[in-house]
T-cell receptor
Framework: DGGITQSPKYLFRKEGQNVTLSCEQNLNHDAMYWYRQDPGQGLRLIYYSQIVNDFQKGDIAEGYSVSREKKESFPLTVTSAQKNPTAFYLC???????????FGPGTRLTVT | AQSVTQPDIHITVSEGASLELRCNYSYGATPYLFWYVQSPGQGLQLLLKYFSGDTLVQGIKGFEAEFKRSQSSFNLRKPSVHWSDAAEYFCAVGAGNNDMRFGAGTRLTVKP
């Protein structure tokens, strides 16, 4: 089955540590996205990538970094510079013919 | 830049009653419009989408939405709600450059 996988589902880290969230897709989509979800705020765009080796900052990129070395993979690193990293993180890709976004199941990150 | 407003944070309806979730958007041209549903702790699933043509679009799970250009609205409706419809619903607007914006979401509670 084609889709998006995110791992792990739950992640716990101590404050001051960097942490990398995994996102893999086998849909052959060029564009991929990272969103952060907090209660009552919907989805806020962190980074997106239109193509391999290229990515753009979204609305809340500070404290985050990404890479796109392969079409299938778009990992997100939450750095120690992110002031409030505890959140639910969603990865998505988009079918550029139908403009439909496909979402992964999400990773809940808790930093204490 | 486009934006999306979902005026209702939380709606409660009785099982079997009709449902309407509101969505207003701001965009210079005719946008691509979407409704997604999210169960707790999960990713988002597409319910329906509007690109052009017939302003009343049918989606999965018995949902429909109507695009009203004059009101900049894309409200989601269902004639008879089932207990399994309890979830969070997101309206989204997209532009041709793969830039997607989401509303803050409406949480639906279904009373028995």
């Amino acid at each position: 089955d084609g889709g998006i996988t995110q791992s792990p589902k739950y992640l716990f880290r101590k404050e001051g540590q960097n942490v990398t969230l995994s996102c893999e897709q086998n849909l052959n989509h060029d564009a991929m996205y990272w969103y952060r979800q907090d209660p009552g705020q919907g989805l806020r765009l962190i980074y997106y990538s239109q193509i391999v080796n290229d990515f753009q900052k979204g609305d809340i990129a500070e404290g985050y970094s990404v890479s796109r070395e392969k079409k299938e993979s778009f990992p997100l690193t939450v750095t120690s510079a992110q002031k409030n990293p505890t959140a639910f993180y969603l990865c998505a890709s988009i079918d550029q013919w139908s403009y439909e976004q496909y979402f992964g199941p999400g990773t809940r990150l808790t930093v204490t | 830049a486009q934006s999306v407003t979902q005026p209702d944070i939380h709606i409660t309806v009785s099982e079997g009653a009709s449902l309407e979730l509101r969505c207003n958007y701001s965009y210079g041209a005719t946008p691509y419009l979407f409704w997604y549903v999210q169960s707790p702790g999960q990713g988002l699933q597409l319910l329906l989408k509007y690109f052009s043509g017939d302003t009343l679009v049918q989606g999965i799970k018995g949902f429909e939405a109507e695009f009203k250009r004059s009101q900049s609205s894309f409200n989601l409706r269902k004639p008879s709600v089932h207990w399994s419809d309890a979830a969070e619903y997101f309206c989204a607007v997209g532009a041709g450059n793969n830039d997607m914006r989401f509303g803050a979401g409406t949480r639906l509670t279904v009373k028995p």
